[in-house]
């Protein structure tokens, strides 16, 4: 607006027919405007708007400037002004503070103004052009995102929670001072990503890569790793996050959070060893309890007891059960404290594959296993292990799928890896669920899985097996149409 006046001012300066046209706009202008003519500031057009900034009547139209702006205030203003029209240049001022009296009450208000120098033809300075924009609605709330931004940072501190924000296209960090501090680092020392990424423990640095490469095509960031800090000590950090896409669903930053969880990883272990004595306590009775049994259950099928049999039977099922989990506590310990071993052998994974569907038969409640066998493919690997890892996965599609539907395994190679799929009709995962299924403890909490029983350590397992095996374990999933788990395993040639 102000730039479409200056021009018309300058092309008809001597025009009154112009000048009325000018005083008309300036005066029906939706924003403050005033013109101020010569070098005394005559003030020659001013709108409702700019008259109720300055808090004055049409009656200071023709006087000068420092007449109607007496005041100690008023005249510093007038010097600025005169500043401009002595100079001829532009001058600029933002989110200015103003107190209007306004709808019965005075109030703070916040304007943009723009000091224009006005000239004629010849270049010459003929007044000063004053356009005010109000901003009080930016400001506002600017000042309520940064009250905002600034209680976050104060509560996340509080808690002893880093935020930082990765520019993933410039490898640029900005980081809460915290980050540094859990680090070990001094925080007022800018650092890179690759300086905090070369802290990480260097067993630990594969979790990252993985991590991030996973975060990219889901938009969740999730891993625990440890850290060797600048202080030389060992801790423990969790860091989650979630990934900003641009319109292609390129990557462009990574928002997060990084807590230091060396305490709880105190709390784990104190847990673990609790779990460890517990465990070894009840191996030995329930070993008794099962051989018990069936001695029992043969006795009662040469009495012919039907009833007895089958409340035997019941009763060995739930003692296996048990007997799996205790000797999952075990292996969970064995990976806390990294003792878990791999003893390696040569064996046929059909024939393996057949074994633990053959062993999952009893908790099969109508539900029919397909196996698709390809051709006979012997590999060098742990056998229990890779058994409990695919016992995990048959018991997963068992517990999660309705009775009635199928349940479909398949061995074949894939490249240079054997992949082992277990896909099931049951109630799917949700995009959010499966990047934490594989967590320690971790269990989808909602009304498809209300009822049913579990400590969240099966696929906990069988992903740090897989790790062991330098392999993979991963999920296809959509809610409500079933799941397909599935392991890549090195192929290794005995």
């Known amino acids: 607006m102000a730039f479409v006046l200056i021009t018309i001012l300058k092309k008809n300066d001597q025009n009154t027919s112009a000048d009325q046209r000018i005083h008309d706009l300036i005066v029906q202008a939706p924003v403050a405007i005033s013109f101020l003519k010569g070098k005394k500031l005559i003030v020659e057009s001013a709108n409702p708007p700019i008259l109720e900034l300055w808090g004055k009547q049409n009656d200071i139209i023709g006087k000068p400037l420092a007449l109607a702006l007496p005041d100690a205030d008023g005249l510093d203003y007038v010097q600025l002004l005169q500043g401009v029209y002595k100079s001829g240049h532009i001058h600029y001022r933002y989110e200015t503070k103003v107190w209007l009296y306004r709808n019965g009450h005075h109030n703070l208000f916040y304007f943009d103004f723009v000091y224009q120098p006005v000239k004629d033809i010849a270049d010459g300075v003929v007044g000063v052009m004053i356009v005010a924009t109000e901003v009080t609605k930016q400001v506002v709330a600017r000042q309520l995102l940064e009250d905002t931004e600034e209680r976050l940072r104060l509560a996340m501190e509080a808690t002893g929670i880093a935020i930082w924000d990765l520019d993933v296209v410039n490898n640029v960090i900005i980081t809460s001072p915290r980050l540094a501090e859990i680090f070990g680092l001094d925080p007022e020392e800018k650092v890179t990503s690759e300086e905090f990424r070369d802290l990480v423990h260097q067993d630990d640095r594969h979790i990252i890569l993985k991590a991030f490469d996973d975060a990219v095509k889901t938009g969740v960031y999730l891993y625990e790793v440890r850290i060797t800090t600048g202080e030389g000590s060992i801790r423990w950090i969790r860091t989650s996050g979630k990934v900003i896409y641009d319109d292609q669903h390129k990557p462009l930053r990574m928002l997060g959070t990084t807590n230091d969880i060396t305490e709880q990883k105190h709390d784990e272990i104190m847990k673990n060893d609790f779990i460890t004595m517990a465990s070894h306590e009840l191996k030995t009775p329930l070993t008794s ?5 069936q ?14 049999i089958n409340a035997l039977e019941k009763s060995e099922k739930q003692i296996n059960k048990m007997t799996r989990l205790i000797y999952g506590f075990l292996d969970l310990s064995k990976i806390e404290a990294g ?5 390696v052998q040569t064996f046929d994974i059909n024939a393996l594959v057949t074994e633990v569907i053959a062993d999952s038969m009893p908790a099969v409640q109508g539900h029919d296993i397909i196996f698709k066998a390809g051709r006979a493919i012997r590999i060098v690997a742990d056998k229990e292990k890779i058994a409990q890892v695919i016992g995990n996965l048959i018991n997963n599609a068992l517990k999660y799928s309705a009775r009635g539907t199928t349940i479909t395994i398949a061995a074949k190679m894939q490249g240079e890896n054997l992949k082992i799929s277990v896909k099931d009709q049951g109630i799917g995962l949700k995009q959010k669920n499966q990047q934490k299924i594989f967590q320690r403890f971790y269990r989808v909490e909602d009304e498809s899985t209300r009822g049913l029983s579990g400590f969240g350590i099966g696929l906990y397992l069988s992903a740090e097996i897989m790790k062991l095996h330098h392999g993979e374990i991963a999920v296809k999933s959509e809610e409500g149409k079933g799941a397909e788990f599935y392991i890549l395993l090195p192929v290794i040639k005995s």
């Open 289 to 293: 309890l099962k051989a018990y049994t």
């Open 295 to 308: 001695l029992l259950v043969t006795k009662a099928q040469k009495a012919d007891d039907v009833f007895l």
């Open 339 to 343: 003792k878990l071993q791999l003893s």
